[in-house]
């Protein structure tokens, strides 16, 4: 039972630092990303092909998994996300799947449509017991990862100049800019930061998902939006808690009740909107 | 804001100006359905190549007719399907239809082929009772029963008395389940439990922990192809390879197509199937150059297979008919016929239209550095047993 | 005010309400021409058929989306329930197309009235999570019980004919996109007068500008509650066609993209016209169509592409939507 506890927190880890990104450009930002999942999809496929193909280590890869898809994100923003940060919900979203649209043809033009698979280092294999409770060495390792990077998020926010300036301009961005603010310029590197995210993520989620293939934004769209939903738009602390109630519900759903499959999370997040509209760690009624 | 005539007129002309594929009097048209992009477009991918394969080597003409071999993308829909279906043979006067990667898509087709009278080739779809759908139904892919009986019969032989099954719920799942199940109690076996999977983002960790619980002799498992690595990582994840749980099931988990990125995990499982790349035949051998050379290294797998033998049946039933595409003539050639397919010897039931072939059992091994589904037993003239126990 | 000019304002309002009243020889001309393709091209029924449904689905969302400004990602769990609905009440013996049409449209339309109050708390992000999340449990739902909805693999009905006259099989192609004709106009023209109607004003004033629509008295919820309900009695209807024409339905019915297709037939077209829907569907499904046969493998790129250009160019009446709605979700946004 413990067991399927420590799974269901790693499971809610890596769907922490996989929507994490996308947390942070809908609550900071305010912009609806469903191309979240394709940066992912690049992050996955960098460290996979980077092992397989280079015979690149695990580790190296990922902070080229992290940074690869930090810059393409830079690049999208600088032409063309900026231009709709005004723009309505809508068609933010409608954008957004416009580009998942051409990025999952792309992948599988220049890579096949076969999954991609990441083959761990020895070291990261196997499972620890522990008095009856077992755990994947690699859930372990997810935990620890994905739980430093929560640390250093919040730690980023809150603590640091930059992280105040960036709470700023997202609360009023035109004062924000009076005061001097580079408001433009934070919004890149936020959104750069977002995207890295989600590149880990998606590096490090390859090998519990069977392997990264053309349709993985789409697949796993679905279940970011319901975390950032449930969980809020008032930063990482709701993406966290969102996460790990996500995860480990669906675990535990699907041992207990096998037959419930993937109902209990949209039954969850349906639950949850109908109590609190704005997620459970919304930033206040004024919004 | 007025409505944009412009647009209106430019795609209604762009319906108009879409004309049908020629039907010449020496040219037949064959409509191949797959779902080419979606989840299961790599069976797509697959079976074009097997088509194109075939035509490849043995031409384009056969009984002094032309075959044109019409692709199209179903996206796994199976209003889309049906659509396509009729347009086919409506517009295009297609003799046969061939593909059908799911089995929603295949039953969508089998009004059309009965009402219009063309044979519906399929060389994907799995459950046992597509075949009864429609008098012009032909299958050259497999049926789940034909699988996973066999696999029952092997537990018992080796001592295998209990078995924990895992298959993703859906047609052909259920089917494995059912017969896999029957069989094995029949013979004295018992199943501790019957996981159902769901088909879409399946995440194997929760209930392979169960069986991992249940601490079976083996577990029994069928996925569709393409998520037998997730299975297999999940499979060593759990321990499960280390603690005496022998890995058994239908061939899908160790498609082909995937053993290479699946990796050592998957040594040592036994599956049952019809189609091993590394079957030892000549036709086998030639088939395999012969598919990789066309199509940039890639391996052929079971789904190949079948469509290959899909154009085979099809060049056969012409020729029986000297060229006549007449539905009833063609299905009425196509029973009985018998041919060596690259998986071995094949024939077309003439009471059922279903599939009589060789059920392989195998185990992953390496062979010079690549892993192989290895052939190591066999069940000659394998029968689909659902139709066979309504007899 | 004296009698008399209260009388005069009378008359001129009724006049203004009566001005767009009267048929315009264009839309006469776009229903007649649709007419005449069906008969002009027995060949392209199928198509001209998935047409017409795809329409009168879009159009459902337009009266949420373009008549009354709210969002929504879930018009599949509507056209999902009209299509089972449809299938199910066939395979239990309703096979009369026309009854069964109309029941599955109302089982779609208590669905909606069910639903409506989650809609109106919260902010769009919200809505459009709401509205996913339930086509998302219906769609595990009909997976999970198979014994009713046939689960992964479908269910393929058979139909009676159209009021008993005309057979709508494999060999009743044109009757089957006659039927969907003659049930897409109905509906349009009780969508047409809906719109012109003082409801359909009120909800042009909700769209424009909810609190003070409020203000002016008006009830928000139970007009958002109302068309909403009437957007899924539509949706259903779509569905239920889609069974009924078709003959089989499965699981895809209630998938995300059917959602998002709708949405993007409803942009391409434009919203707030009620004609935008069919427009747009024209052209996305024979785009799809041609595009598909030119690049079976690749053609999600070029609607990807395309959607991509539509939005960062803007369309007339979304820009104008967007403009009002962002008052009200970001009142902290710089632009």
């Given amino acids: 039972m413990l067991t399927i506890l420590l799974d269901g927190i790693a499971y809610g880890m890596l769907l922490f630092v996989l929507a994490s990104g996308l947390s942070v450009t809908l609550g900071l930002m305010n912009f609806i990303n469903l191309a979240h999942g394709a940066f992912a999809m690049v992050g996955g496929y960098v460290t996979a092909l980077l092992m397989n193909r280079a015979g690149a280590p695990f580790l190296l890869t990922l902070p080229l998994a992290f940074l690869i898809p930090a810059l393409i994100g830079v690049a999208l923003e600088r032409t063309l996300y900026r231009r709709l940060y005004g723009a309505s919900p809508l068609d933010q979203v409608l954008f957004s799947i416009g580009l998942v649209f051409m990025a999952m043809p792309i992948a599988n033009f220049f890579l096949g449509d076969q999954p991609q698979q990441v083959h761990l280092p020895p070291w990261l294999s196997g499972r620890l017991e522990f008095h009856g409770v077992g755990i994947g060495v690699y859930r372990l390792f997810i935990i620890a990862v994905c739980g430093v990077a929560a640390a250093a998020l919040q730690i980023f926010l809150v603590k640091t100049r930059f992280g105040a300036r960036l709470r700023a301009a997202v609360d009023d961005a035109r004062v924000a800019s009076g005061l001097g603010v580079d408001v433009d310029r934070l919004f890149a ?30 697949k796993y769209m679905v279940t970011f939006l319901i975390v950032v939903t449930i969980g809020g738009s008032n930063g990482i602390l709701g993406a966290l808690v969102g996460s790990l109630l996500l995860g480990v519900l669906d675990v535990a759903g699907k041992y207990y009740v096998p037959s419930i499959g993937a109902f209990i999370i949209y039954f969850v997040m349906v639950v949850t909107l109908i109590l609190r509209p704005q997620g459970l760690f919304a930033r206040g009624d004024a919004r | 804001m007025k409505p944009n005539y412009l647009i209106s007129g430019l795609a209604l002309a762009a319906v108009l100006a879409s004309a049908p594929a020629k039907a010449g009097d020496d040219t037949v048209n064959v409509g191949l359905i797959l779902p080419m992009t979606g989840p ?182 069928f996925v569709p192809s393409g998520f037998g690595a997730a ?138 550095g690549q892993l192989y589904n290895v052939e190591f037993g066999s069940i000659p003239n394998v029968k689909d047993p659902y139709k066979a126990s309504k007899k | 005010m004296s009698a008399a000019q209260t009388l005069d304002e009378k008359a001129k309002l009724e006049a203004h309400l009566r001005r767009h009243e009267r048929w315009r020889w264009s839309e006469i001309a776009f229903w007649a021409a649709i007419l005449v393709l069906i008969f002009a091209l027995p060949s392209r029924a199928g198509l001209l058929n998935e047409i017409l449904i795809a329409g009168l689905f879009a159009l459902s969302l337009d009266l949420i989306l373009g008549l009354t400004g709210v969002v929504s990602l879930g018009q599949a769990a509507f056209f999902g329930v009209g299509a089972y609905g449809a299938a199910i009440l066939s395979a239990y013996g309703l096979s009369e197309p026309t009854l069964g049409l109309l029941l599955a449209s109302a089982l779609a339309a208590l669905l909606g009235l069910a639903t409506a109050p989650l809609l109106l708390r919260g902010s769009d992000l919200t809505r459009l999570m709401v509205t996913m999340g339930v086509s998302l449990m219906l769609g595990e739902l009909a997976n999970r019980n198979s014994w009713l909805t046939g689960g992964a693999d479908g269910l393929n009905i058979a139909m009676s004919p159209v009021l008993g006259l005309f057979p709508i099989g494999f060999t009743g192609q044109r009757n089957a996109a006659l039927y969907s004709f003659v049930v897409l106009f109905l509906l349009f023209v009780g969508a047409r007068r809906l719109a012109q109607s003082p409801f359909g004003l009120s909800l042009t004033a909700v769209r424009e500008n909810r609190l003070r629509a409020g203000a002016l008295g008006i009830s928000t919820s139970r007009r958002i509650i109302g068309i909403y309900a009437l957007s899924a009695a539509y949706a259903g209807a779509a569905g239920a066609l889609l069974a009924q024409t078709t003959q089989i339905v499965s699981l895809d019915v209630f998938d995300f993209h059917r959602s998002a297709d709708v949405m993007l037939m409803l942009i391409i077209g434009g919203a707030g016209y009620l004609y935008g829907g069919i427009v747009g569907a024209t052209v996305f499904i024979v785009l799809k169509d041609v595009i598909s046969g030119a690049t079976p493998e690749y053609w999600e790129f070029w609607i990807g592409g395309l959607l991509v250009v539509l939005v960062l160019i803007g369309r007339d009446n979304m820009r104008e939507l967007a403009r009002r709605r962002i008052k009200t979700i970001l009142p902290g946004a710089a632009k």
């Fill in chain 1, 189 to 218: 590197i936020t959104f750069a930061v977002g995207s890295g995210l989600a590149g880990l993520g998606g590096a490090l989620a390859a090998d519990v998902v069977g392997g990264i293939d053309p349709s993985f934004p789409l």
């Fill in chain 2, 40 to 221: 299961s477009a790599s069976t797509g991918k697959q079976e074009r190549a097997g088509a194109e394969l075939y035509i490849q080597q043995h031409g384009d003409k056969v009984a002094g007719k032309t075959i044109a071999l019409i692709v199209k993308d179903d996206t796994g829909a199976p209003d889309v399907t049906k659509r396509l279906a009729e347009e086919l043979v409506g517009n295009d006067h297609a003799a046969a239809l061939m593909g059908f990667g799911l089995t929603p898509l295949a039953l969508a087709v089998a009004p059309v082929a009965t009402a219009a009278k063309v044979p519906e080739i399929v060389t994907a779809a799995a459950t046992a009772m597509i075949t009864e759908k429609s008098p012009y139904i032909v299958r050259t892919s497999f049926t789940l029963p034909q699988a996973s009986a066999p696999m029952a019969e092997w537990c018992l032989k080796n001592n295998i008395k209990k078995v924990v099954t895992i298959v993703t719920d859906y047609g052909p799942g259920v089917d494995a389940e059912k017969w896999f199940g029957e069989t094995f109690t029949k013979g004295g076996g018992t199943i501790a439990e019957a996981i159902r999977v769901p088909l879409k983002n399946p995440d194997f960790a929760p209930f392979l922990q169960r069986v991992k619980d249940d601490a079976p002799d083996a577990v029994f498992v």
């Fill in chain 2, 231 to 368: 299975f297999m990582k999940q499979f060593v994840e759990r321990g499960l390879d280390k603690s005496g749980v022998k890995l058994i099931g239908t061939g899908d988990v160790t498609d082909d197509d995937l053993l290479a990125d699946i990796g050592d995990s998957a040594l040592g499982a036994v599956t049952t199937h019809h189609y091993s790349v590394a079957h030892d035949s000549p036709e086998n051998k030639a088939f395999v150059a012969a598919f990789e050379k066309a199509n940039g290294g890639m391996r052929p797998n079971f789904m190949a297979v079948a469509a290959y033998d899909g154009m085979a049946l099809l060049y056969q039933s012409l020729e029986k008919t000297k060229g006549a595409t007449d539905g009833d003539a063609l299905i009425a050639a196509m029973k009985g016929a018998a041919w060596m397919s690259p998986r071995g010897p094949v024939s077309i039931d003439p009471d059922t239209r279903d599939i009589v072939q060789t059920i392989y059992v195998r185990r992953v091994e390496k062979k010079d």
